[in-house]
C-alpha cells in the first residue's frame, strides 16, 4: 500500500518528506504542553528552553560538533544565504568558488556577489561530477581568501562529492568550506572533525521532519558576526523567537534517522532497484542521470527519456496516474525553462528527465506499481 494513501504513490522525496507518526507525536505533546518562550526565565521558559538545548544536542551529535557550534533557523535556505553573506562580510573573501549544479539557493546567492568577489564555477561532467584538480588550482591561487560552496549531494540527480576530498584541498589551501547537506543528513555519516567543514546547512523536511526549521553548523574557529539583527536568540547569532515545535521535531526525526539509518538505506536502495531494474527490463529506450555506481545518493534516481509528444505530456500523465515525481526540483516546477542542473552538466536537450525519489516508507508494491504505468505511459 502507498504510503500516502491507496490512490497516490509518493515517489518525490526528495523535494519533501512525510512526517513520520513519532516526530508528530513528539511534536504535538510540545505543542500542547509547552508554550512557554525559550528566553524566559520563569520554568515555562526553561522547559522550552530544555527542549531546544536536547534537539541541539542531537544535531551535534549527528555531525559530531560541539553544542555551540549549531545554531536554528527557518530553513536551509536561509541558513545557505546567511552563510555565504557573512563570508563575503566577515572573512574577507576575495574569490567564491561553486558549481552551477547547486540549489538555487546557493547559486543566486552567490550571483549575488559577482561585483563584490571573483566568482568561479567549476566544470562538470555528464555525471555532474566537479573537477577536483581544477578546484585545487583555483583555491591555490587565493589562499586564506576563498570560500569553496558545494553541495554534499544533488537534489536533481543524487551525484554525491567527495566531501572528504573537497575538505583536505580546502584544508590545504586554507581556505573556507561551506556544504549544502540538505539531501545527506540522517541519510549519510558526517563527521566534522575529520572532515574539516567551516559551514554546513540541514533541514527538517527532507528527514520526514517539520517544514519550517532548518540549521547551520559554524566551526568555532570561524568568526563570523550575527546571521540576522536582533534579540539575542541562539547566543546573539540568529535573532527572532526560535521555533520550538519545529526544532524540537527536527531533533526527533534525527535521532530516529540515527538509530535506524541503516536499515533505512538498505531498503531505499532496494526499491530504487526494484525500480530501476523493472525500467531496464521493458525494453523502453531509458537511461539515467547521475552517479549510478559510486558516488551516489540511492533515494534519487532522475530518469531519462526521448523526448517526443508522450514525454511533453509525461508530469501531467503520471500525476493522473497517481505517481507523485517531479521534472527536476520541485523548488523550479514553475518556471517555463529546463532544470538548470541538466544545463550545467550539458544534457542532451533531445531527451526530457523525470526524477523519482524514494524513502524508508517507499514499498515493493509502490515502485513495481508506478513503473509499471510509466513504462505503459512512455
Known amino acids: 500500500m502507498s504510503n500516502i494513501g491507496?490512490?497516490?504513490i509518493y515517489l518525490d522525496h526528495a523535494a519533501t518528506t512525510p512526517l513520520d507518526p513519532e516526530v508528530l507525536a513528539a511534536m504535538t505533546e510540545v505543542m500542547s504542553g509547552s508554550y512557554g518562550n525559550p528566553s524566559s526565565i520563569h520554568s515555562m521558559g526553561r522547559k522550552s528552553?530544555?527542549?531546544i538545548e536536547n534537539a541541539r544536542r542531537t544535531i551535534a551529535d549527528t555531525i559530531n560538533s560541539s553544542i555551540g557550534e549549531i545554531y536554528f533557523t527557518s530553513s536551509a535556505t536561509e541558513s545557505n544565504n546567511s552563510i555565504i553573506r557573512a563570508a563575503v562580510r566577515d572573512l574577507r573573501v576575495k574569490r567564491i568558488i561553486s558549481a552551477k549544479s547547486e540549489h538555487h539557493c546557493v547559486l543566486n546567492s552567490v550571483l549575488s556577489f559577482q561585483k563584490e568577489v571573483d566568482v568561479k564555477f567549476l566544470s562538470l561532467d555528464l555525471q555532474g561530477n566537479i573537477n577536483y584538480s581544477e578546484l585545487e588550482s583555483l583555491v591555490s591561487e587565493f589562499p586564506n581568501e576563498t570560500l569553496v560552496s558545494l553541495m554534499h549531494v544533488n537534489n536533481e540527480i543524487g551525484t554525491m562529492l567527495d566531501l572528504q576530498k573537497v575538505a583536505d584541498i580546502c584544508s590545504n589551501h586554507n581556505a573556507f568550506l561551506h556544504t549544502d547537506a540538505v539531501q545527506s543528513l540522517g541519510k549519510f555519516g558526517i563527521d566534522v572533525q575529520s572532515t574539516k567543514i567551516n559551514f554546513l546547512s540541514g533541514t527538517a523536511h527532507k528527514i520526514n521532519g517539520p517544514k519550517g526549521c532548518g540549521f547551520v553548523y559554524i566551526n568555532g574557529d570561524t568568526k563570523v558576526g550575527p546571521l540576522m539583527y536582533g534579540g539575542s536568540q541562539e547566543r546573539n547569532m540568529r535573532a527572532g523567537t526560535e521555533n520550538l515545535?519545529?526544532?524540537?521535531?527536527?531533533?526527533k526525526t534525527l535521532e530516529i534517522w540515527n538509530n535506524n539509518r541503516e536499515e533505512r538505506m538498505e531498503h531505499i536502495l532496494k526499491v530504487r532497484n526494484i525500480f530501476k531494474n523493472k525500467l531496464l527490463e521493458s525494453g523502453k529506450d531509458v537511461?539515467?542521470?547521475?552517479?549510478?555506481?559510486k558516488l551516489f545518493?540511492?533515494?534519487v534516481l532522475s530518469v531519462c527519456i526521448p523526448k517526443d509528444i508522450k514525454s511533453e505530456m509525461i508530469m501531467m500523465n503520471l500525476d493522473i496516474a497517481g505517481i507523485c515525481a517531479s521534472a527536476g526540483s520541485a523548488c523550479s516546477s514553475g518556471s517555463e525553462h529546463e532544470s538548470h542542473v541538466l544545463e550545467a552538466i550539458d544534457a542532451d536537450k533531445n531527451r526530457k528527465v523525470v526524477r523519482f525519489s524514494f524513502s524508508y516508507m517507499t514499498t515493493e508494491d509502490d515502485v513495481m506499481n508506478a513503473a509499471e504505468k510509466f513504462i505503459s505511459i512512455i
Open 245 to 251: 515545535y519545529g526544532i524540537v521535531g527536527l531533533g
Open 49 to 51: 528552553r530544555i527542549l
Open 287 to 293: 537511461n539515467f542521470m547521475g552517479n549510478q555506481d
Open 6 to 8: 491507496s490512490d497516490k
Open 297 to 299: 545518493a540511492p533515494h
